[in-house]
């Protein structure tokens, strides 16, 4: 199939993103991972016919010239950010929709997904921007924790989440899903608050979370160090500072 | 020594390589002698000691943490406290023996030991560890921090230096160079035996590994000031245990819990000895840094107070030991609820004595869940609130008036509470150890228990009393040695109309002795029949009981015995079934303390007048009680054969050929002695011969009377203490059930019993230490040698015996089955299973040389019942 690309809504890094008709279109930069690309999809594929969320359906992975691009369903609506940003008074109902959102996710299994324990170990494990010693301590916090197998998104936060104009809400981008522990999910987004400095937001959000899913507050927050060394991980200038107060904290002994 | 040059651990392989040598090393090791174990204890102690200052400063530097003076202490705490416990500690061979008991205590290595260390104390912990190892022939695998890793393994080296120069087996201590997670964790997986000091992660990990791990947890000290403590004492032994190596012990107090009436007091001196009391900013300030997303800043730990300060951005006098924060909440939300590792305190005010005791309740289950808890109080006066405090705390380590740095460590501020620096949590803290841990915890202990026979004994009436016509000259004891002024007379209706009861009340009126007699007795009696007695006695009141009469009257008057003296005495506890009458669960009621008990027996069978049992029914359940203890005994038996002379031919018959299957059973029972079957043979002897002259010719054959009274005596106080078999089982529920005497009942499975027990290859023995081997055929074949039975083999000499057996019930009128008595086939089988397990659970079953299978039982009985030869079924 060809699309037009000329309606392009978002740059990253690492791709671009184009809407044609009802296609997203994610067309990665040239020397991008044709594995990442493909896991992408396969974790999507995954979510979709495992469960019965709502979310944009893959359409096909293909190549425009000699870039891979995945393509999907294009959701009409907007972002839960965005209605965030333009209706704050507004902001409870929506945490508590997100938070709701967030947990019927985490109440679905997708077996084949990788687990969350050994995709942290890997992915600290090998960074070389944390030390041997604090690596040490991390991954021995990691070892401890429980074995769970719940659906993880792995990067749930309110731009990911789109909701239409009669109300109904798609979750998107499920690159980092996994199945693992829903705190680890929930420290996860705490995290993600933290770094864009909405520290009240992170608090009422972690509060709201441990509320509605009966969890601890102290086993989320066992799992923001790790988290936060994840997050090291992809190796962004401008919050290794932060992070590494997060990551430095010690095993009581 | 000859140096080797070591090899770098840093890999899997590597490390595989070095369990390997160590496993090598420990092979040979483990068979050193008690002399060589203890000297290279001693060297290695000596070397590690004399680098404690090296050790210290090196971990210090290394680390950036803690307090280096208070090091040097640590690291001289391990090995000189260490070395002198354990010094005259036996860890090799046999560490215990008891020769009587015949049992030893063989203590053996577990093996090779992994030890992960932590950061906090990165030498002592591997002196101790390795002191410990060596004293137990173990060899050990040092998991070093990477934080501590070059003072870890410089310890760990020295150490090793020493025991090779002293004696040891070359690689008998090994280490990671290089350490990771994955290392730890594989070496966990591949040791014998764990030794985690760490965080919560490690030891989690450590107890997943599938190796046995002593794994230990998280302290959350909280100490308690009570009003009644010495304040200064107290303030100040908090101080110097919350400053030593800046607060990095992990049985460190983490809080004070102070009651109000002295709290400004205590304030005040914590103050004046160096202590900063944070104002409220200054402590917001603490909270925000000691504490990351409820976790503890690493840059913290280990740090002194006046660094904190300047990291929480304002300054405090350098020379400051401890910031205090004075704060309400024990939960999470608070920081200083948490474990700080550094001198920084919490500080709670107390309404009173429980709500401290709340507060410490909370900050321990919160942080540091059977770890340790403080109290200072005065013991002398507070006994009350310290049982009160530990009841409460779930800490395996309370210390009282006692720093508890150094205290919980062990055996410095007590001698008896074992040195360690690994502390035990218990299964609160899911550790599986809640002690110090020490060199027991390293070692297999084999236990050797050689097969002891159990004591025995022979118990009898005090007084046994016989020859035809003593009755009357017995009784005369009553006056004149034992006093003796009301008699109380239990018989049955037959023998109080036929006036035997009267030469005891004619003897009794004689000599002026006051007396009552109950002679409403039944056949098997009732407990109705009892209390009704037992109730006349509580009024009668008698110093004396005597029982007139067969089984019934004796029986019935020990039961009355137990309720007169005993009103609340419960029958299903006293009847309840025993393995071993010695260590059976019920404790019988003292008796005799109200009245001496007289048995006096007019029928030879029975021997009730010599044994400790009496059963008794239950006349609204039908249930029958059997009990049986030494407390049962009668104190005088007094065997009269005058009593006995006029005894019908059928009671005769059925109390006669009682007596010889009870001679019979005791024989072959698995509680036998040489005490017993004296008296078993013998009776069996005299029953052949005089039991059908006494059947035969009564009261003309007064000799024949006499003999079969003492045999039945005899056989009496033989099965009173070697017990019966299955005969009784059985005999006790075909007599219940189909209604027939005692008596006949167990003289009916005679036969089929004794054949089935004679069996060389049985399924099962007896379980008695002193039954060693089947042998029952034996012992038959011995009784029919003794009754001049002479065959070719044992097998015909019991052929011949039961055949003797058979003559003996031809002679005396006693059928040869049951269906013989007229028991009705169909109400027979409806009734078999039933039987079956009810005999099988009878007391007389576990005496049995044989253990019988419940279909044995059946078989034994459908044989029994049918009789002769026409019994394969």
């Known amino acids: ?253 | 020594m000859k140096k080797e040059k070591l090899e770098l651990v840093s890999s899997i392989e590597q490390l595989e390589d070095a369990i390997l040598k160590v496993r090598k090393a420990e092979e040979e090791f483990s068979k050193f002698s008690q002399e060589k174990v203890d000297e290279i204890f001693k060297k290695v102690a000596i070397k590690a000691n004399s680098q404690r200052i090296p050790l210290a400063r090196l971990a210090c530097k290394e680390t950036g943490m803690g307090c280096m003076e208070d090091k040097v202490i640590k690291n001289h705490f391990a090995a000189e406290y260490i070395y002198n416990k354990y010094k005259n500690a036996k860890t090799c061979s046999v560490i215990e023996e008891d020769k009587i008991y015949g049992i030893k205590k063989i203590a053996e290595p577990v093996g090779v030991i992994g030890a992960v260390i932590p950061t906090t104390n990165p030498t002592s912990t591997v002196i101790f560890k390795i002191l410990l190892a060596l004293k137990t022939r173990n060899g050990i695998i040092i998991s070093p921090h990477p934080r501590a890793k070059n003072s870890s393994i410089a310890a760990a080296k020295i150490m090793l230096e020493a025991a090779v120069e002293a004696g040891a087996t070359k690689n008998i201590i090994s280490w990671i160079d290089v350490p990771s997670l994955e290392l730890t964790n594989f070496l966990m997986q591949n040791v014998d035996l764990i030794l985690a000091t760490g965080g919560p992660g490690m030891v989690k990990a450590a107890y997943s590994s599938s190796k046995p791990a002593i794994g230990v947890g998280a302290g959350n000290t909280p100490a308690v000031i009570d009003d009644s403590a010495d304040i200064l004492t107290s303030v100040n032994s908090i101080i110097h245990s919350k400053t030593f190596d800046n607060g990095m012990i992990c049985a460190s107090e983490q809080s004070v819990i102070v009651l109000d009436k002295i709290y400004d007091k205590v304030k005040e001196e914590f103050k004046k000895r160096g202590c900063y009391i944070l104002n409220k900013e200054e402590t917001e300030k603490v909270r925000k840094t000691i504490i990351i997303n409820g976790a503890l800043n690493a840059k913290i730990v280990g740090q002194k107070a006046s660094t904190i300060a300047s990291l929480s951005g304002f300054e405090v006098p350098k020379e400051t030991k401890i910031l205090i924060g004075e704060v309400e909440n024990t939960d999470a939300s608070e920081e200083f609820a948490h474990e700080k590792l550094s001198p920084v305190l919490a500080m709670y005010r107390a309404k009173n004595f429980d709500d401290a005791m709340e507060k410490a309740y909370d900050l321990v289950v919160y942080g540091g869940i059977g770890h340790t808890s403080s109290i200072y109080l005065d013991v002398a006066k507070e006994k009350d609130k310290l049982e009160k405090f530990y009841s409460k705390m779930k800490t395996c380590r309370v210390l009282v008036n006692t720093p508890s740095s150094q205290g919980g460590i062990g055996d410095i501020y007590n001698f008896k509470l074992a040195p360690s620096l690994t502390l035990g949590c218990g299964s609160w803290g899911s550790n599986s150890v809640s002690e110090n841990v020490g060199i027991k915890h390293l070692l297999n202990i084999k236990t050797v228990a050689e097969r002891r026979e159990n004591m025995l004994w022979f118990r009898v009436p005090e007084k046994v009393y016989i020859k035809r016509g003593c009755l009357p000259v017995a009784l005369e004891e009553l006056k004149e040695v034992l006093n003796k002024k009301r008699v109380f007379i239990v018989t049955d209706n037959f023998l109080f109309e036929n006036g035997y009861t009267k030469v005891v009340t004619d003897k009794l009126d004689e000599m002026k002795i006051e007396h009552m007699t109950f002679s409403n007795v039944e056949p098997d009696p009732s407990l109705r029949t009892a209390k009704e007695g037992a109730k006349l006695m509580r009024e009668f009141k008698p110093d004396t009981i005597i029982a007139i009469g067969g089984g019934s009257s004796m029986d019935a008057a020990k039961i009355m015995w137990v309720l007169y003296e005993h009103e609340e005495a419960d029958f299903m506890d006293m009847a309840m079934r025993f393995m071993d009458i010695r260590k059976r669960v019920y404790t019988f009621p003292k008796m005799g303390e109200k009245a001496y008990f007289v048995a006096v027996p007019t029928s030879a069978g029975t021997g009730s007048e010599v044994t400790p049992f009496a059963v008794i029914t239950d006349e609204k359940t039908g249930s029958k009680y059997p009990l049986a203890d030494y407390e049962l005994l009668p104190k005088m038996a007094i065997v009269d054969s005058n009593m006995m002379a006029n005894a019908p031919k059928g009671l005769t018959a059925a109390s006669g050929i009682d007596a010889l299957v009870h001679s019979i059973e005791a024989y072959v029972s698995v509680m036998a002695t040489e005490f017993t079957d004296s008296l078993a043979i013998e009776a069996i002897k005299l029953i052949f011969e005089y039991l059908p002259r006494a059947y035969e010719k009564g009261a003309e054959d007064l000799e024949a009377r006499e003999k079969m009274a003492h045999a039945a005596t005899l056989a009496g106080m033989a099965f009173a203490n070697a017990f019966l078999g299955i005969c009784h089982s059985m005999g006790h529920k075909l007599g219940s059930y189909h209604h027939l005497p005692h008596g006949i009942a167990v003289s009916l499975v005679l036969n089929d019993v004794m054949r089935y027990n004679s069996e060389d290859n049985v399924a099962k023995m007896g379980t008695f230490p002193q039954y060693k081997y089947p042998n029952t055929l034996r012992r038959y074949a011995s009784i029919a040698e003794y009754l001049g039975i002479t065959g070719k083999n044992d097998e015909e000499k019991l052929e011949k015996l039961l055949q003797k057996i058979d003559e003996l019930k031809d002679k005396i009128g006693i059928k040869h089955s049951i269906k013989d008595y007229a028991v009705k086939e169909k109400d027979f089988l409806k009734t078999l299973d039933k039987m079956c397990e009810d005999a099988f659970d009878d007391q007389c079953t576990s005496a049995n040389p044989r253990y019988p299978s419940i279909e044995d039982i059946k078989q034994l009985y459908l044989k029994a019942y049918y009789g002769g030869n026409k019994n394969e079924l």
């Open chain 1, 1 to 253: 199939m060809s699309y037009n690309l000329t309606n392009e809504i978002a740059v990253r890094a690492s791709k671009n993103i184009y809407i044609d008709k009802t296609s997203v279109i994610k067309l990665f930069k040239e020397n991008y991972s044709k594995a990442d690309i493909l896991n992408e999809a396969l974790n999507l594929s995954r979510v979709e016919e495992n469960t019965d969320l709502n979310i944009p359906k893959l359409k096909e992975v293909t190549k425009i010239g000699k870039r891979w691009a995945l393509v999907t369903e294009y959701v009409e609506g907007k972002s839960m950010q965005e209605l965030m940003d333009k209706n704050p008074k507004d902001i409870d109902k929506y945490l508590e929709m997100f938070v709701d959102i967030q947990l019927e996710v985490l109440s679905k299994k997708v077996p084949l997904l990788s687990r969350i324990k050994d995709k942290f170990k890997r992915k600290i494990t090998e960074t070389d921007l944390i030390d041997e010693d604090v690596k040490y301590e991390l991954l021995q916090r990691l070892e401890g924790m429980k074995n769970h197998t719940k659906l993880c998104h792995g990067d749930f936060n309110p731009e990911n989440i789109i909701i239409t104009e009669k109300g109904k809400y798609y979750i998107c981008d499920w690159s980092h899903a996994t199945q693992g522990n829903a705190s680890a999910d929930s420290a996860r987004t705490f995290l993600l608050f933290s770094i864009q400095g909405k520290d009240d937001l992170a608090n009422r959000y972690l509060e709201l979370f441990c509320l509605k899913s009966g969890i601890e507050k102290g086993n989320v927050q066992r799992w923001i160090p790790i988290v936060a060394a994840t997050q090291m991980t992809k190796g962004k200038e401008e919050e290794r500072e932060f992070l590494s107060k997060w990551i430095n904290v010690a095993e009581y002994q």
